[in-house]
C-alpha cells in the first residue's frame, strides 16, 4: 500500500468529480472507463452553469442558448433567459474541456475502479490509496454510495432518458420541450449543423418507438441522419439517506437524483461540488449535509413539484397550457432554474 497521503480521492471522472479535483488540493481522481465519457443527458446548460464552468477555467464549444420552449400540439410557449446565455454542448465536448483543466492542473487521472473503502480517524483507504477523503462522484448508480450504506430503497415511479444526435441545423436558439402523454422530447442544439434529442419517459423503449409518441418532431426529423448512437439512463430517480458518510462525501448524481425534467443537473453538480470543496478545506465534513440541503433546495423543489404533476394525468396535460395562459409564471419559473 502507497504511503502517500492525499487530501481528497474522487471515484468518477465525469463533471462533478473533475470540478472537485480543480480545488486545488492534493487530489487523485479514480475513473475506470478510458477515453472520453458519454452520457444521456439533454446537454442543454442553463447559464448558471456556463459561469460555473468559466470559474473553473472551463470554456465548452458548443451552440448559445437563449431560452426554454414548451410545445404541446399547437399551443407553444417560450421564456427567454433572463439571467445569461446557455449553451447547447455534447457531452463528450464538455468531458474533454473538464479533463484538460484538470491535466493543466496536474491532477492524476487513474484508469482504476474503488472497490472497497475503509475509513480510519483520520482518513480513508481505498485499494492502495490514501486520502482525507473520498469524493463519491460515481454517478447515478454509485458503488460507492452503495459501500457506505447510503443508498435508499424507497419505491418511485421510475423513468428513463434516451438521446440521439442528428445532423439538422438547429430549429431556433431554445430548447425545445415537446410534451406527450408520459414523456417528453427535448431538442438542443449542439452546433451550426446538429441538434441532440432526449426522450425522457415513464415507459420504457426503444428511441424510434419513443419518438413516434412526438409526431411533429418525427417529421421534422425524417431523412435525418443519425450521427451518434442512442446512449440511455435511468432508472433516473436515486434516493439517497445522506449525504456524509464519516469522510465520504457523495457530489453530483450520487449525491441523489430527482429527475431531468428541468434540464438544470450539471448546474446543481457545479454548485453543490464548490460547497464540498468549502467543507473539506474548513475540515467540517459534516456541515455538507446542511451545504447539500441548502443549496439544491430550489432546485429540488421546482423539480418535484413539476414532477408531481407530471405524473397526474388531468394536471400533465395542463402544463403547457398554463404556461402559454399564464406566461410570466413561466418566465419566472424559467429564470429560477436558469440562474
Do not use: N
Not at 283 to 310: F, K, M, N, Q, V
Not at 312 to 318: Q, T, W
Amino acid at each position: 500500500m502507497s504511503d502517500r497521503m492525499h487530501d481528497v480521492l474522487v471515484a468518477g471522472g465525469g463533471p462533478a468529480g473533475l470540478a472537485v479535483a480543480q480545488a486545488g488540493m492534493d487530489v487523485v481522481v479514480c475513473e475506470k472507463r478510458p477515453g472520453t465519457l458519454d452520457k444521456a443527458c439533454g446537454e442543454g446548460l442553463m447559464p448558471g452553469a456556463v459561469r460555473a464552468l468559466a470559474a473553473l477555467g472551463v470554456e465548452p464549444a458548443g451552440h448559445p442558448i437563449d431560452g426554454i420552449t414548451y410545445r404541446q400540439g399547437s399551443l407553444v410557449a417560450h421564456a427567454p433567459f433572463r439571467s445569461g446565455t446557455g449553451l447547447g454542448v455534447r457531452r463528450t465536448s464538455l468531458h474533454d474541456a473538464l479533463r484538460s483543466a484538470v491535466s493543466r492542473a496536474g491532477v492524476p487521472v487513474l484508469s482504476c475502479p474503488v472497490t472497497d473503502v475503509f475509513q480510519y480517524d483520520d482518513h480513508v483507504r481505498a485499494g492502495a490509496l490514501r486520502a482525507r477523503y473520498l469524493v463519491a462522484a460515481d454517478g447515478l448508480h454509485s458503488s460507492v454510495r452503495d459501500l457506505v450504506g447510503l443508498t435508499s430503497h424507497r419505491p418511485s415511479t421510475p423513468r428513463w432518458g434516451l438521446r440521439c444526435h442528428f445532423a439538422v441545423a438547429p430549429f431556433g436558439s431554445a430548447v425545445e420541450v415537446t410534451w406527450a402523454s408520459r414523456s417528453e422530447a427535448y431538442v438542443t442544439p449542439v452546433a451550426p449543423d446538429t441538434i441532440g434529442v432526449a426522450i425522457l419517459s415513464s415507459v420504457r423503449g426503444g428511441f424510434t418507438d419513443q419518438l413516434a409518441a412526438f409526431p411533429s418532431l418525427a417529421d421534422r426529423l425524417a431523412g435525418a441522419q443519425p450521427v451518434s448512437r442512442v446512449r440511455g439512463a435511468g432508472p433516473l430517480r436515486q434516493r439517497t439517506s445522506g449525504r456524509v458518510a464519516g469522510r465520504v462525501l457523495l457530489a453530483g448524481d450520487a449525491a441523489g437524483y430527482v429527475d431531468a425534467l428541468t434540464g438544470e443537473g450539471l448546474a446543481l453538480s457545479l454548485t453543490t461540488a464548490a460547497e464540498l470543496v468549502r467543507c473539506v478545506l474548513a475540515d467540517r465534513p459534516g456541515d455538507y449535509e446542511r451545504a447539500w440541503i441548502r443549496t439544491s433546495r430550489r432546485s429540488r423543489w421546482l423539480t418535484e413539484s413539476l414532477l408531481w404533476a407530471r405524473h397526474r394525468p388531468v394536471l400533465g396535460r395542463r402544463i403547457v397550457p398554463a404556461a402559454v395562459r399564464a406566461p410570466w409564471l413561466f418566465a419566472a419559473a424559467v429564470d429560477q432554474l436558469a440562474r
